[in-house]
């Protein structure tokens, strides 16, 4: 059974930093692109960053330039999404994806609210 349970979500205020994290089990791990989506109220789901398989290449939306990192730990099969400089703009659900192929899976989503 695929499961993937992000953590680390939370309140904080703007300035500050943030860990999310997503467990996964139930598919290779490392034969799948790992990604970092948010959607914040009234607005469409939007890709935060993605990092390959095997070769860890990253890829960044232009708001996650620069403040955001994904790194991935193949040895407990988590990905994290360090979150620096947060914004007010940064609120949203984050969600956790795995995909390969036509093969999709996502997390239930962690909450993140930056407010002073």
């Known amino acids: 059974q695929v499961q993937l349970m992000e953590f680390g979500g939370g309140w904080t205020h703007p300035g500050r930093s943030l860990l999310l994290s997503c467990t996964t089990s139930?598919?290779?791990?490392?034969?799948?692109?790992m990604s970092w989506y948010r959607q914040a109220p009234g607005k469409e789901r939007e890709l935060v960053a993605s990092i390959t398989g095997r070769d860890d290449k990253t890829e960044y939306a232009d708001s996650a330039k620069g403040r955001f990192s994904v790194a991935r730990d193949y040895a407990h099969n988590v990905v994290y999404l360090q979150m620096n400089d947060l914004e007010p703009g940064d609120t949203a659900v984050y969600y956790c994806r795995a995909h390969q192929g036509l093969s999709s899976y996502w997390g239930q989503g962690t909450h993140v609210t930056v407010s002073s």
């Open positions: 139930g598919f290779p791990f490392k034969d799948y692109i």
